[in-house]
């Protein structure tokens, strides 16, 4: 096992952040007779407690994401009014721009975008390599040039635009065309400036067409990566003492191999870090065996956090496998589109069988658009391309899954998880196929 990095941030300063588990699924939930058996391992899923700096985080919670330091066309006052507990920015979209010396100026992220609750921001290493890929936000196997699918993976028709050595990652800028160099150094100097509750480790990305003689190079340079974070995370803490603690969370990598997310759990878990994201390209399928691999090997009293995911089912998948926190960018990115959340399914607000719809989005939701305004005044504004669609339908999305959520954890402490689950997705996907 290799020998943990110690930190030399103060235990004063480390006591603004903790984790404590409060109930266990295992321990609360009537489990239906196969459920074990068939999932292929214990039930790891959990409720418990974030303390943060700006603020208490109950899990498992669902942690919308704020790219620029905002969430797309929703006002960060409405996302505390739909009961988002935190928010996710992303460290290379502020890196580029406005730029970290400027939200570290302005006192950090959460005051710069006046959120006054937690807030995260991951490493920027998941955008340096899809956006240098040419896959823009989502790494979508189906969209690699068949000629490049393999180690040097890049959506068809796209350049590379970013190259990784055992340093670091050098990547030209989606913006302006501009040079830009990021190493794990860089990557926390950034992100201290940020000045985020909850910081990731720079890691490396792969997909699931890398060879599995790539994947085993690319986890020894995030495992080297994550101690070099380690390092510069605890000089900075020491060096900004009279900012508020961030947490430092390192990266699981591995793709779809056992051995390798194991590995990558031990590796980490020995580090001083302070909980834990679990990254990569993951199939549909193994998403619920993959957070139970690293669920199984991660320090039991650290959080552990999985990177973007979006659909319900793969929501309860995870939860029950262990994960305490997740981000996705779906729930306004389809809404940007005329697609809302129901409990019986997705639909498109802008068809033309709700011209004349005078009912809510979602009948007895409590979110501001369901309480103001009907379907009808949605798709009069997707029609009209107002922007005020993509606000009303956003709102109501994000607080779909919030409650959802919010729901999951509460039949996690009461013991009617299973009950909670299957009547949620059973609606929820009754009419697919």
């Known amino acids: 096992m290799p020998t943990p990095v110690e930190s030399s941030a ?8 903790g984790f404590e588990v409060e109930h266990r699924l ?12 068939a999932d292929g391992g ?8 974030i303390s943060t700096p700006h603020g208490m985080i109950r899990t498992p919670a669902f942690v919308p994401v704020g790219t620029a330091a905002t969430v797309k066309a929703v006002l960060p006052e409405s996302m505390a009014e739909l009961g988002a507990q935190a928010l996710l920015a992303n460290a290379y979209h502020l890196y580029l721009q406005p730029g970290a010396d400027v939200l570290d100026a ?6 710069f975008m006046n959120w006054g609750g937690p807030t995260f921001t991951d490493s920027g290493g998941f955008q340096v390599m899809s956006l240098g890929s040419g896959f823009k936000k989502v790494i979508d196997m189906s969209t690699v040039a068949a000629s490049a699918a393999g180690d040097d993976d890049v959506a068809t028709g796209k350049d590379r635009l970013a190259r990784v050595d055992d340093d670091g990652v050098t990547f030209v800028s989606h913006i302006n065309g501009d040079v830009h160099r990021f190493t794990p150094e860089i990557s926390m100097q950034v992100q201290h400036r940020l000045g985020a509750d909850i910081v990731f480790a720079f890691d490396e990305l792969t ?5 599995r003689d790539y994947q085993e190079t690319s986890l020894e340079r995030t495992r080297r990566w994550a101690q070099r974070c380690v390092a510069e995370h605890a000089r900075l803490t020491e060096e900004r003492a009279g900012k508020p603690y961030q947490a430092l969370f390192g990266v699981i990598q591995g793709a779809q191999y056992e051995d390798l997310r194991r590995k990558a759990c031990r590796d980490l878990g020995a580090m001083d870090f302070d909980g834990f994201g679990i990254g990569g390209a993951l199939e549909k399928e193994n998403l619920g065996t993959i957070v139970r691999w690293c669920a199984e090997e991660l320090p039991e009293d650290r959080p552990r956090h999985l990177l973007g995911i979006s659909e319900p089912d793969d929501i309860f998948t995870a939860l029950e496998n262990g994960a305490d926190t997740f981000d996705c960018v779906s729930p306004t990115r389809v809404a940007r589109t005329g697609s809302v959340y129901g409990p019986d399914g997705r639909f498109t607000v802008s068809n033309a069988r709700f011209r004349t719809d005078f009912s809510p989005v ?35 999305n994000e607080r779909f899954v919030v409650r959802m959520v919010d729901g999951a954890r509460q039949a996690m402490a009461d013991g009617t998880y299973f009950e909670y689950r299957d009547e949620v997705l059973g609606r929820y996907y009754a009419r697919r196929g």
């Open 106 to 111: 302005a006192g950090g992220l959460g005051a």
């Open 42 to 49: 214990p039930l790891l899923g959990r409720t418990g407690t």
């Open 10 to 17: 103060s235990p004063t300063a480390r006591a603004a952040f």
């Open 26 to 37: 295992d321990g609360t939930a009537r489990i239906p007779g196969g459920r074990v058996a």
């Open 207 to 211: 997909t699931l067409h890398n060879s």
């Open 362 to 396: 979602q009948d007895g939701c409590d979110c501001y658009t369901c309480t103001h305004y009907t379907r009808a005044y949605l798709h009069h504004l997707f029609k009209a391309k107002e922007r005020l669609s993509a606000t009303l339908a956003s709102i109501h």
